[in-house]
């Protein structure tokens, strides 16, 4: 909800800049460049970002400016966007036209997939919505394409926003598979089932792992889908039209480059450092918990540093990939981490673990224990005071590896909706989801179901509510504040109830984890969209599905 801001103090030649940003690292790397001075004069803090959705994983050139114009006139400055420009200046979820096309037998079977996107671009840079990921590996098919064109016009360049590509993709293939099933006689859920792909159908690699099949049966159970009047305008609540539609959802696992530094101090703390960000999606929380665990201590004992240049580099918080990517990173430092300290302990004439070998030696309860014998053992903070040191670290990091050549790793869900739409006024209210995903190793369940809720938001408002409207004569975007620029509030959002379906995947990192932050805006939508056709009998394809488009 923050608007792009930053501040920016220069101190002889060094920099320092406080941005609201998804990337220290990358606007480390895009000042330096823009204004020709050494990297290492150029430090980027950003403690907290006040949700970042995609547009705040690049450098606008406000940041460069602002940074200039403290260079010019020798003081801080601060530049804080107004909401207007956030429309204008630092990119938004590019226009597409996409069509889908499907050849089946009678009984539903895929023999033919084929997905094509197309969206405008700035003349001066391109960026293409990759509309047609999700038809490359959603669902079983002998024949697979996909394309993606640009158009240049004098617009402003797109960027990346809330599960870029798979999200706005997802609405065009599950739209036309509900229409699939409808063509065929088949149930929708039915359809997906008899589809299904136990391999990656573009590739034929096989799954890390998949339980979409168990997310169906979940999903559907909560909603009580088997009750369904498959008869489009056949359920009714009054005078309001009731329908019921459902979606799959998935989106890919991505592990980039992470470094990470854990220290144990002598008070028994230990301390973690990342040059990562929270973007409110609890960074914070998750570090601690994973640091907790791996070093046997409570979560309170442990202090998370993040959000700044000076410590070790980790990449984007952006495409679900920070808690794979900065969490195997604090696993690998925290190993080092403890071998360091068994190093210690192994010499000591002291410590009752002298003589064992430091790979015989693990970590509990904040002690060091042998590992055939965890009565055998001492505190940390014991050890550090004999060896008169203050702290003692462990540094790793993690990066994409061989098991990547080998599968195909993705996320997967199912989304169930609920709507009901006044035949009189075209209005439509979502009634209830249910939904269910496995991703992998959950961290933390609270603030993993708190990112599934955020984006089946994400995908009411995309459904029926956010539309960016441009005055063609002006090139002006009209709706340019959240007074015209209409998002779900409370009184939008039902309901929702989320199961997290347990999955264990040994290959994606070094965690098991696959992300969390933007699956639930995949398929959301097309539930919604799927939902207004069988309670309405009319399918619209262009969104968001608005009074006018069903009157």
């Not at 959603?138 to 999200?167: F, K």
């Not at 952006?318 to 195997?328: E, H, I």
Request: with cysteine; glycine share 10%; proline share 5%.
């Amino acid at each position: 909800m923050e608007p792009h801001a930053t501040v920016a103090v220069w101190e002889g030649p060094k920099l320092t800049v406080y941005d609201a940003t998804q990337y220290v690292s990358g606007v480390r790397e895009s000042l330096a460049t823009a204004l020709a001075v050494d990297k290492e004069n150029v430090r980027v803090i950003c403690r907290f970002t006040g949700g970042g959705f995609g547009c705040k994983g690049n450098t606008w050139p406000h940041v460069i400016l602002a940074a200039a114009a403290a260079r010019h006139i020798g003081k801080p400055v601060k530049l804080v966007l107004t909401r207007p420009q956030m429309f204008t200046s630092v990119g938004y979820r590019p226009f597409t036209s996409q069509r889908v096309r499907f050849g089946a037998t009678k009984d539903g079977k895929l023999t033919a997939v084929s997905h094509t996107g197309v969206n405008p671009v700035a003349r001066y840079e391109e960026f293409t919505e990759l509309v047609g990921s999700t038809a490359k590996m959603m669902y079983a098919a002998p024949a697979i394409q996909v394309s993606h064109r640009v158009i240049p016009l004098d617009v402003q360049v797109p960027t990346y926003m809330r599960a870029p590509g798979e999200s706005t993709g997802s609405v065009a293939l599950e739209v036309a598979m509900d229409e699939l099933a409808y063509a065929v006689g088949l149930d929708p859920l039915e359809l997906r089932l008899r589809n299904h792909a136990d391999a990656d159908p573009f590739d034929g690699k096989p799954w890390s792992s998949k339980s979409l099949k168990e997310c169906y049966r979940v999903a559907a159970e909560k909603f009580g889908w088997a009750k369904r009047d498959a008869k489009p305008r056949s359920m009714r609540d009054g005078k309001l039209l009731v329908g019921w539609g459902m979606a799959s959802a998935t989106y890919p696992v991505h592990l980039f480059p992470a470094s990470a530094r854990v220290t144990a101090l002598a008070d028994g703390t230990a301390l973690v450092e990342v040059g990562t960000q929270d973007l409110g999606t609890g960074s914070y929380t998750v570090f601690g918990q994973l640091a907790a665990e791996l070093l046997g201590l409570p979560v309170e004992k442990i202090k998370c540093r993040i959000g700044d240049t000076l410590l070790p580099p980790a990449g984007v918080s952006g495409g679900s990939s920070t808690v794979g990517s900065v969490g195997s990173a604090i696993r690998n430092a925290t190993e080092k981490l403890i071998a360091e300290l068994a190093t210690l302990a192994v010499v000591d004439g002291k410590s009752p673990l002298k003589g064992l070998k430091p790979e015989e030696i693990a970590a509990a309860e904040g002690k060091l224990v042998a590992k055939d014998d965890p009565k055998r053992g001492e505190t940390i903070a014991d050890l550090l005071a004999r060896a008169g040191k203050r702290t003692v670290s462990g540094e790793g990091e993690a990066k994409e590896g061989e098991a990547k050549k080998r599968f195909s790793m993705h996320a997967f869900g199912a989304v169930f909706a609920e709507v009901a739409v006044d035949p009189d006024y075209g209005t439509t209210r979502v009634r209830r989801v249910a939904a269910a995903y496995a991703a992998g190793r959950i961290l933390n369940a609270k603030t993993t179901r708190s990112q599934y809720l955020g984006g089946i938001t994400f995908g009411i408002g995309t459904a029926l509510l956010e539309h960016t409207v441009t005055d063609h004569r002006t090139g002006q975007i009209v709706t340019h504040d959240l007074e015209k620029y209409i998002v779900p509030v409370n009184a939008d959002v039902p309901a929702i109830d989320v199961t997290i379906v347990p999955e264990e995947d040994p290959h994606t990192n070094a965690i098991g984890t696959k992300g969390v932050g933007e699956i639930g805006n995949v398929g959301s939508a097309a539930a919604v969209a799927n939902a207004i056709f069988h309670a309405t009998g009319k399918r619209v394809r262009d969104f968001p599905i608005t009074p006018e488009r069903l009157l």
